[in-house]
């Protein structure tokens, strides 16, 4: 018995040492979107502070799962109507939301910014006045090697398109100040 016990107890702390490693290490996040020939993003995460692979969260590009469903005439039974119970108000809900969002933003860290357009109108006059502006922007912004802007103006036919990618990374433990925050502001002691 005294075994068994010995044995659940070190699994125990292996869980909670591991769940505490996972929170504690920045989590690599990686944006990509393209406007050619079909416009789709790629979100990814890489876990671990970048020891595990990425793994691919959502993509525009993959096909839907298709239905469970196998008859459609048995479709899922109304749900009972929600019996409204004393909650926080909704003033109180909204204002501790619009507090909770720029602080949970403050936690993201960009690491890298990539964007690459080819853009072109109808008329190369106009297209030349716009790569002219374009590139004193793209080239009025200070060297940086976690930026890197493109502009191509094309002459030739009408056209807008691109790619744009974005790697950041977060730590899951630093959500928690934010989000003990909301919750006083919302359902602690009213002022």
Request: charged share 25%.
């Amino acid at each position: 018995m005294a075994i068994v016990l010995w044995v659940f107890f070190w699994t125990l702390l292996l869980i909670l040492l591991a769940v505490i490693l996972f929170l504690v290490t920045p989590v690599l996040l990686r944006l990509h979107f393209v406007s050619a020939p079909k416009p789709g993003f790629v979100f990814e995460v890489r876990p671990l502070g970048g020891l595990l692979p990425w793994f691919t969260v959502v993509d525009s590009a993959r096909k839907a799962r298709p239905s469970r469903e196998k008859h459609p005439e048995q479709r899922r039974k109304k749900p009972k109507q929600r019996q409204r119970g004393k909650g926080p108000p909704p003033g109180r809900l909204l204002r501790a939301g619009m507090q909770l969002v720029p602080d949970v933003l403050r936690r993201f860290r960009f690491d890298r910014l990539e964007c690459d357009i080819e853009f072109g109108c109808d008329d190369p006059a106009d297209t030349g006045q716009l790569a002219g502006m374009a590139l004193a922007a793209v080239h009025g912004l200070p060297r940086t090697p976690r930026l890197s802007l493109s502009a191509q103006p094309n002459f030739e036919r009408r056209c807008f398109e691109g790619h744009l990618t974005a790697a950041l990374h977060v730590t899951l433990a630093a959500f928690f100040l934010p989000a003990l925050r909301f919750a006083w502001r919302v359902w602690g002691p009213v002022r």
